[in-house]
């Protein structure tokens, strides 16, 4: 029982200092690459706008893709770089990457949005010329049986009154 307990606690420290140390790396200014680059939507139709994040990018940053023209970010504060793009209005439907390139390197995420397509509207089996005969016999026969059905119920109920 006391070996159970001083493993978990000689792991949990172990787990601690292994988060720690790299947050301490990075904090101590080594020059890192540009990561984590996101689109959001990440679902989109044609013609809407992307808002673009890229995490450790420095200097002068631009957003390019197939999907939409090359569109510049605007580096802040932590080194995040954000920015807006358009989507093409003739763009393809499918998964789109988008490549950012900024002062301290290039960051590629291969599968940052999707462009979803507009959806076929049609008529959808509406008629403009009205009721067809078909239409207007169809429902000539459903009013009649409605007619005999009722009739027949009404005169079952007045001869059951009789008894």
């Known amino acids: 029982m006391r070996t159970t307990r001083a493993l978990a606690a000689a792991g949990a420290a172990v787990a601690v200092l292994g988060l720690a140390v790299p947050t301490a790396v990075a904090r101590d200014g080594m020059n890192l690459s540009p990561s984590n680059a996101v689109a959001l939507p990440s679902v989109i139709a ?3 706008q992307l808002t673009i994040t890229v995490n450790n990018c420095t200097g002068d940053a631009t957003a390019s893709s197939d999907a939409f023209p090359a569109a510049k970010l605007k580096t802040g504060t932590n080194n995040l770089a954000t920015g807006t793009a358009t989507v093409n209005t003739n763009a393809a439907t499918g998964s789109h990457s988008i ?3 900024c002062g301290n390197g290039t960051v590629i995420n291969p599968t940052a949005f999707t462009v979803i397509g507009g959806v076929r509207g049609g008529l959808g089996g509406s008629s403009t010329t009205g009721a067809t005969p078909t239409d207007m016999a169809i429902g000539g026969g459903l009013v009649a049986l409605a007619v005999i059905g009722g009739g027949v119920f009404w005169m079952r ?6 008894i």
């Not at 109920?157 to 009789?162: G, I, L, Y």
């Open 46 to 48: 044609r013609g809407g």
């Open 99 to 101: 490549s950012v390139l």
């Open 157 to 162: 109920r007045r001869s059951e009154r009789h």
